[in-house]
């Protein structure tokens, strides 16, 4: 027996040294596969920089075009200029100021308020600034004396394009025009041009440089010079496609954007090393402690069924079973029934969650049966056969009858929209035909969603208690119902509702609103029972819990000016 366990201990001893020698060619496919995950990352970094810059210079040439347009529309047909005329006294100057202030005002409401505008009229030699000023004093003051230079020079009409103007440590974009003697410019600082690019991760020193021609007239930071530009990656992207002033040039920080990545790698790699010299060590810990001493219980389990008939040897079959270490195997037992009666009391919880479960619904579909309600029905169809009004009481008998096949029917978790629309229409006739048409209801929905599944009578909820409870603001209570759906699928929504669209669900009205305590509690998930009251809120809500889990948003909410409502959102399953 000792000459087994020995000859045991050395297979595993051996299978160690193996292990330890396949962590050489395993450490070495580690490094190029890192190697080329690296470089396969810092090519798809900077295609994501090329494609942003895209972007953004496509952006950026749509409003430079549109502000361009705009400057020569405004100088060439706004009439309003006109009332700067050297006749008109300053009152006609003040109105005329504030009316192109508000053109300008929609202008930057459109595109941006990074856009600042200037006018000049060389006749009266009279400048205003046509926009609220974002700028320093300093800088106000370069672009008036560089708007009226530029008119003095030019003294016929004119145009000058988008181009960079430095002024101390400002650089701006500057486009000017000039027709018969009005003068109108607009100009917007660098910092608001490559804010736009900040969200770029370019490392911690990285820089945006912005050429025109040859000229470097504005960079996000230092550039790079000597030794230290060994560490920084350029991408130059030359400016073919859309029509900006100026190319873009990127210069990352390669060793603080991927030094961390370098530093996980080699992290990585340490690990996974002590990973495998630990793997070994707890293989031969296992082999020694555990596999051996239950292999040889094993084998002397199966010696058992050939056991000698000599007395003495079975006496040292016996021994030999006393000497293995059982006690493993009694804890592996003790394990197992552990998880047995682990796994029995998971089946009971699940059952009595079910069974709960089960026993609401029953509840919910108890609550819907209001005797008073068809009493109530019929006292009226019976009222309305005494005085002769037989036409009201067979649409009584209509909807009543409509009313409750749906009721008795709906016992699926979820029914089609249009048949849970049709019988809150249902609904609101019998209460219309019984309090004498005091019920406007309004509904405004698709086609195209008479198919999404609903949870059958939970609408109708939300209507009864309306009409229970709200008191109208004139004659008639108005119900409103809307129904849309929304894309979720680039909000964090799409996480929430699993699914590219949810559905929400309007119900409104025209009442006193509802209790502040009720919509702070409901819209925190908070149960509002209490006595028999508000039992079909706190019974929607513990429905929607069931069915949706959290994929669902019930809102309560008073409107600005009169009533409440109800706001549901769903996932939208269409059938």
């Not at 009266?124 to 106000?140: E, V, W």
């Not at 004139?474 to 119902?481: A, K, P, Q, V, W």
């Amino acid at each position: 027996m000792k000459a087994k366990r020995f000859n045991r201990s050395f297979q595993a001893t051996l299978y160690i040294r193996r292990l330890m020698l396949l962590a050489i060619p395993i450490g070495l496919i580690f490094l190029m596969v890192s190697g080329y995950a690296f470089s396969e990352m810092r090519r798809q970094n900077d295609a994501s920089i090329k494609n942003s810059i895209d972007i953004y210079e496509k952006e950026l040439s749509h409003k430079l075009d549109a502000v361009a347009h705009f400057v020569q529309w405004t100088v060439v047909h706004e009439h309003v200029l006109e009332d700067f005329n050297p006749d008109n006294n300053m009152g006609d100057y003040r109105q005329a100021s504030e009316d192109l202030r508000a053109r300008v005002g929609e202008m930057q409401y459109a595109i941006g308020n990074e856009f600042q505008y200037f006018f000049y009229s060389k006749e009266n030699q009279l400048f205003i600034n046509a926009s609220s000023i974002a700028l320093d004093y300093a800088a106000y003051q370069a672009i008036r004396d560089k708007l009226i230079n530029d008119a003095d020079v030019n003294q016929s009409s004119y145009i000058i394009e988008w181009t960079p103007y430095e002024f101390n440590d400002c650089t701006f974009l500057y486009y000017c025009i000039c027709y018969k003697d009005y003068v109108f410019a607009s100009a917007i600082d660098m910092k608001d041009v490559s804010a736009p690019l900040s969200s770029l991760n370019l490392g911690r020193l990285g820089c945006i440089q912005f050429e025109s021609g040859n000229n470097v007239f504005y960079a996000t930071n230092e550039v790079p010079s000597g030794p230290a530009s060994l560490f920084y990656s350029k991408i130059a992207i030359e400016n073919t496609q859309y029509d900006i002033p100026f190319d873009i040039s990127i210069y990352m920080d390669v060793f603080s954007h991927y030094g961390h990545i370098f530093f996980l790698l080699f992290l990585i790699f340490l690990l996974a090393l002590i990973f495998i010299i630990l793997m070994g060590i707890y293989i031969l810990f296992t082999y020694r402690k555990i596999i051996l001493p239950i292999k040889l219980f094993s084998d002397n389990l199966s010696a058992l069924d050939r056991l000698p008939e000599d007395p003495d040897q079975t006496q040292e079959a016996s021994i030999m079973l006393s000497d293995t270490n059982i006690q493993e195997l009694n804890q592996i037992n003790r394990q197992f029934k552990n998880l047995t009666h682990e796994i029995t009391r998971l089946k009971i919880n699940i059952y009595e969650a079910e069974l709960e479960k089960n026993n609401f619904l029953i509840h919910f579909l108890q609550q819907q049966i209001k005797p008073h309600f068809y009493l109530n029905c019929l006292t009226t169809i019976d009222s309305m056969l005494s005085i002769g009004e037989t036409e009201t009481a067979r649409k009584m008998l209509t909807f009543t009858s409509k009313y409750l096949r749906y009721l008795f029917q709906a016992d699926q978790d979820f029914i089609n929209l249009s048949s849970e629309l049709a019988h809150i229409e249902d609904y609101i006739n019998i209460q219309n035909l019984r309090l004498g048409h005091t019920i406007k209801y309004e509904l405004h929905t698709k086609e195209d969603y008479a198919l999404v599944q609903v949870p059958p009578l939970l609408l109708i909820t939300f209507v009864e208690n309306i009409i229970k409870h709200a008191i109208p603001h004139g004659e008639t209570l108005d119900i409103r119902i809307n129904c849309d759906k929304y894309d979720c699928s680039t909000d964090s929504l799409s996480a929430k509702y699993k699914t590219p669209y949810y559905f929400e669900i309007t119900i409104s009205d025209n009442g006193q609103g509802l209790d502040e305590e009720i919509i702070e509690k409901i819209n925190n998930g908070i149960s509002v029972s209490k006595d028999g009251q508000h039992l079909g809120l706190s019974n929607s809500l513990k429905r929607l819990e069931l069915l949706y889990d959290n994929r669902f948003e019930l809102i309560l909410a008073n409107n600005d000016a009169i009533g409440a409502k109800v706001i549901l959102h769903i996932p939208y399953t269409p059938d």
